[in-house]
């Protein structure tokens, strides 16, 4: 068995999911399209199953909240397009305009279109050191720090400047940003108006612009009045969705991690303004533990308390941010995020009340108050969980045929059961048939599969991560008995078919 701790090869795990119909490059027989990716068959499953999850986890089964008293969290499915006015109030339009790079190192942002960087002409590139367009003391600074770095006076034709609005990673990685002492603290460039246009209506002028949303967010938001007329809901309360966001990112990047459509599972749990901390703490280590409960290895996730100038416009003042962050192969040995968890404070509706003029306002019955709730926000990505469960399954197996399966939990597991005739004859695939037609309402996706050896059957199904696979052969006739062979060790044991519905449903239930 392969060391889990050792990095997985994101090239692999790619070739299996293409193999296996986990995901394809979108519009792939016209050379794809960047940025966007499509679900096969098995992936199209295993992202239902995580969404399933969440929605019955989070809306319909959610735990109690620290007070032990029952959570009330209500679904939501709103538009992907809104009034434009929405993305207005939420600062989305305006705010966000440019391709960007921060400094990690600094704290600064640049406009990318503004960096440039400085290296030697002859090729020796293993040092670069950035400046900003226009500023020429900055420009000389990191002309000197370059020959301080070659060891020998430089002019300007031992060099070349290069912009890096389009720099690659390994370009950033010896780059030194105009205002660090250290390489690599430049991220790549991000676009902030990242929003995609569109038109409503046959005219397609200005009046009619609309945007596809950013997040799934907003729509929560401008729904918090319907929702508290038309429920039954007294804070604290949540309203979850889930649904498609697009962002015109300017690198999407690392498989479907950095997309331009993705899907998201949103909570905005809205609570009275001296609750907030005790909140933000309940859904940090609630989400952390689900994500986990997904079959996520505890030593490749972790929780990451934002640091205070990391925090988002309206989270300055709250209790606080962190993200549950997970150990991918393009990340390892570091973490990239899974899902944020906010406190957005009362920013949002304070916003949108502004914006629309409609008082989104709570009356606190109890207190016989009024006040504008504040916001707890568990922001997931459906991708991402997706991704970072095929990159946790992918186990490597030099002593099975297939070298490698896909070890999901039962919940997750796209494929719950593979029905096999030894045979295409003798009766085998009508027995077969029958209990593939018996097992799929119960347990779900039934793989029933006749072709190749019963070897490169097996071989198939551990790299779709099937769990059990049943075959039927020549004794079940007599006996009444199929074999039935265990993914994860590879062991083969003989049952009765009559129990093959009760062993699976025993085995699937964790
Ligand atoms: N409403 C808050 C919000 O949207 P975010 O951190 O921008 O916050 C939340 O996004 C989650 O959405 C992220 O944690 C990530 O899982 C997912 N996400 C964001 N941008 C993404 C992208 N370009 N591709 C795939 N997933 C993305």
Redesign the pocket.
Known sequence: MADQSEKKSMDEIMALCKRRGFIFQASEIYGGINGFWDYGPLGAQLKKNLKDAWWQDTVLTPPPGPDGRPLQIVGLDSCIIQNPRVWVASGHVGGFNDPMIDCRESKRRYRADHLFSIALADGANTRAYAFVDGDDEGKARALKLLGKYAKRTLSESDVTVTPLAKATPDQLAITVGPDAKEPGTLTEPRAFNLMFKTYVGATASEDDAAYLR????QGIFVNFKNVIDTTRVKLPFGIAQMGK?F?N?VT?RNF?????E?E?M?IEFFCAPGKTAEWYRFWRDLRLAWWRATGLRSDNLMLREHERDELAHYAKDGAGTS?VEYRFPFTHPGFG????I?DRSDFDLKQHWSHSKVKLEYFDADTQERYVPHVI?P???A???VLALLCEAYTKDPSRPSKVFMKFTPRMSPLKAAVFPLVAKEGMPETAEKLHQELKPRFGMVEFDVKQTIGKRYARMDEAGCPYCFTIDGDTAKDQSVTVRERDTCAQERIGLDRVTEYLAERLKS
């Open positions: 950013p997040e799934t967010a966001a962002r990112e999407p479907t991690f950095r997309s331009r993705f998201q949103e993200d995020e899974l899902e944020g906010a926000e922001s997931a990505g991708d991402r969980g």
